[in-house]
DNA sequence: CAACTTAAAACGAACGTTCCTTCTTGACAA
DNA sequence: TTGTCAAGAAGGAACGTTCGTTTTAAGTTG
């Protein structure tokens, strides 16, 4: 076909992007080959490699799209006003996940969390990817460590907490259910929540490093 | 070498597993190749292939020893007596990581936290790996809510609450850490120390899912 | 028909692995 | 102690395969 209308082409990346998102959500980048990716979005490598330069430009898309996900979703969840309690906050930023990317694999696994350990794997790989990564979780940090100073501002914790560490320890959780759900699966933002709950309400005891 | 000595086989052996280590913390299982491992450890292909019959047998080792190395630092944490509360638990897990695996690579970068993100992902593509994931994971889970359990009995938190959910949640903080540590680096168990007892420092609000 | 997309075969490079050779070692006889 | 030998560990070239990519030809649409 000449002369196609942007929508296919528009449509065409896009296939090609989902195809082989599938198959670097089942085996990883380089355990897919592109031979791979072709039966999976049922094209030619003509055709594929007439939108990406090369696997490498593949990947490249892949991972930027999940992270400019994963970048929008805790950013949204910074936005929100008042910001809720870590307990609702965090489930809910994952819950948003699921909904902006709810495409599954055969077995039913929930695909985005398998991308991002794929994505993380990846980043330490290569610099450029590293670089986005690294902007990104600097943003999110200093996002989320200004909810964490309205807790404060708002009487619900001590103005002495350490903020940035904070805003880490709940990143971290994110990632830690992003984790469990790539590994385990059958895993519902409703347990973070439980557990968060049950987390907060334990007494500390006094410091002892 | 003829009839060589038990101890320099083992030593051998050990010398192509930090090698390969080495290079799969770098660059991944797969987009590792064994030359460069043959490189690495300065041995030919006849001597590796003496000791391993092929590359996914290293791989598995390599994946079964950091499976071991985590389970083995999650239970050690489960049998202090008396429990720590969770903001010393936490970091002193991983702390112990450290101690217990302290290799780095040629940049400075702490080794193991990058395995372990490397063996999530190849867990998902080995269906016997995820087995030994899974029934590591099920076992840390139950050990961490009978920790939870016993807070409950020191009075440290509500009886109600649901402690295998906190235990993954525990969880999910050290994996979530461990991806920090090997995405970004320069992060330190103090600073997981000071963000959790802040987290739990902060006054829960009715819930409102 | 012209313009351009897609299919399919084919390419060189790099892969994991094997095979045969070379070298090293420990045991044993003298 | 020394010299010899068999066993086996290590070396390294070579194998067949598969990889990512390119090229060429056919097909399709405005």
């Known amino acids: 076909m000449a002369r196609v209308s942007q929508e296919h082409l ?23 080959s592109m031979q791979d990716v072709l039966k999976e979005v ?3 490598a003509g055709a594929v490699y007439r939108y990406f330069s090369g696997k490498e430009e593949l990947i490249a ?6 992270l400019d996900t994963v970048r ?6 910074a936005q929100e ?10 489930p809910r930023a994952l819950a948003r996940m699921r909904e902006q990317r709810p495409a599954t694999l055969e077995g039913g696994e929930w695909m985005f969390p398998r991308l991002m350990i794929q994505v993380w794997t990846e980043t330490t790989r290569s610099p450029e990817l590293a670089v ?12 989320w460590g200004e909810i964490v100073e ?12 350490d903020a940035d560490a904070m805003a880490r320890t709940m990143i971290a959780l994110v990632q830690g259910f992003a984790a469990q759900m790539a590994l385990f699966g059958g895993i519902s933002e ?10 907060m309400s334990v007494g500390r005891a006094p410091a002892d490093t």
Chains 1, 2 share one sequence.
Do not use: W
Not at 72 to 77: D, H, K, P, S
Not at 81 to 90: C, E, K, R
Not at 190 to 199: F, N, P, S, Y
């Open 10 to 32: 528009d449509a065409r990346r896009r296939q090609i992007l989902d195809g082989a998102a599938s198959c670097f959500a089942r085996n990883g980048f380089h355990a897919t």
């Open 42 to 44: 049922d094209l030619s």
């Open 61 to 66: 898309a892949i991972v930027t799209e999940v």
């Open 72 to 77: 929008g979703i805790f950013e949204r969840a």
């Open 81 to 90: 006003s008042p910001p809720p309690t870590p307990d609702v906050l965090i």
């Open 132 to 143: 986005v990564l690294g902007d990104g979780y600097r943003n999110v940090r200093t996002a």
């Open 150 to 161: 309205s807790y404060k501002d708002a009487g619900l914790m001590p103005a002495d907490a």
């Open 190 to 199: 409703q347990t973070l929540g439980d557990g968060l709950r049950a987390l």
